[in-house]
């Protein structure tokens, strides 16, 4: 199940996008009986959280906040939130050339990646959409090609 928090409003059709395409990426994990909640904010919203857990004062696209320890044997029913901004991820779907919808699907794809456990290096600027490269990075890219089977084909 997915629990969708609109504290910025997204434009027409992008929640149908963002659960068809997490949905696809709680499959491929294997957590399709789990929950998680995502929450669209602003800039200045997740800039404020960054600030208060991990002490950087800057706006970011995507946060995860896991509800139990990747690796602990008993995995709870929810597990955890994903807390997107939706001005940052609008300023990279332009800069990438594709759909805010498409944007949002990659960065809930790469939360949830964290919350079943993942982690990366930081890729000096590039984020694994962009090319980061390394054994770490497989599971995130394998995570976006789910998501990416579920969405509309874009223009």
Known sequence: ????????????????????????????????????????????????????????????????????????????????????????AQRQAQARGHSLSREVALLASHGLTHLVGHDHPHAEGLGFEEGAQGEEWQVFHAAWQAALSALSPEP
């Open 1 to 88: 199940m997915i629990d969708l928090i609109v504290r910025k409003t997204p434009p027409a059709g992008l929640r149908r996008e963002l659960r068809a395409a997490l949905a696809a990426a709680m499959q491929h994990f294997g957590v399709a009986d789990k929950e998680v909640t995502v929450v669209l904010v602003s800039d200045r919203t997740i800039r404020a959280l960054k600030l208060e857990h991990w002490g950087e004062d800057a706006a970011t696209d995507v946060l995860s906040f896991p509800t139990y320890e990747p690796g602990d044997p008993f995995v709870p029913p929810h597990l955890g939130d994903i807390i997107i901004s939706l001005d940052t």
